[in-house]
């Protein structure tokens, strides 16, 4: 169902999670729960995997996440703090120990010279530690491309957390 390559990172993903007894969260946007897919298409993922949200619209990204619509008004969805505020709220509306967040734009509209199709800014929360951000610009090669390029950079960075 996957490429290869996002297989192969589930799998090690859900392996090491399982060695340091973590439950792993997810909460995408641009991705539209294709994370969670990846991590789930892989036997044993029940180990691990906590859940998933899927948070399209500022409004589920503050009613499920608590993110704050001042916040989504003042830097837009696609931004940094919104992203870390997502990581953050899915790990406190879960029983997880490890939450990505991915928020972008996929394409092929809803870009704009700022945040052209192609940007995405991913964030990890893990109990007692800081939020790590990361901002992406993937070439734009189509939305596929952008959404597939977002979830095998999430589970590298699950991946790196969990270590």
């Given at each position: 169902?996957?490429p290869?390559e996002i297989?192969?990172?589930a799998?090690?993903?859900i392996d090491?999670?399982?060695?340091?007894?973590l439950r792993?969260?997810?909460?995408?946007?641009c991705?539209?729960?294709?994370?969670?897919?990846?991590?789930?298409?892989?036997?044993?993922?029940?180990?691990?995997?906590?859940?998933?949200?899927v948070?399209y619209?500022?409004?589920?990204?503050?009613?499920?996440?608590?993110v704050p619509?001042?916040?989504i008004a003042?830097?837009?969805?696609?931004s940094?703090p919104v992203?870390?505020?997502?990581?953050?709220g899915a790990l406190?509306?879960?029983?997880g120990?490890?939450?990505?967040?991915?928020t972008?734009v996929?394409?092929p509209?809803?870009g704009?010279p700022?945040?052209?199709v192609?940007?995405?800014h991913f964030?990890?929360?893990r109990?007692n530690r800081?939020?790590?951000?990361r901002h992406?610009?993937?070439d734009?090669?189509?939305?596929?491309?952008?959404?597939?390029?977002?979830v095998?950079?999430?589970?590298e960075?699950?991946?790196?957390?969990?270590?």
């Amino acid at each position: 169902m996957f490429p290869l390559e996002i297989e192969t990172l589930a799998r090690l993903l859900i392996d090491e999670a399982r060695e340091k007894s973590l439950r792993l969260v997810t909460a995408e946007s641009c991705t539209g729960g294709l994370a969670a897919g990846a991590i789930c298409a892989i036997s044993g993922a029940s180990d691990v995997f906590e859940r998933g949200f899927v948070t399209y619209t500022n409004r589920a990204k503050s009613e499920m996440l608590g993110v704050p619509g001042d916040l989504i008004a003042d830097h837009g969805a696609v931004s940094e703090p919104v992203a870390r505020m997502m990581a953050e709220g899915a790990l406190a509306a879960s029983h997880g120990h490890v939450a990505v967040a991915i928020t972008g734009v996929a394409g092929p509209g809803g870009g704009s010279p700022l945040k052209p199709v192609g940007t995405v800014h991913f964030a990890i929360a893990r109990a007692n530690r800081s939020v790590v951000h990361r901002h992406e610009r993937f070439d734009d090669e189509g939305r596929a491309a952008v959404q597939l390029a977002a979830v095998r950079v999430a589970l590298e960075m699950l991946r790196e957390a969990v270590a």
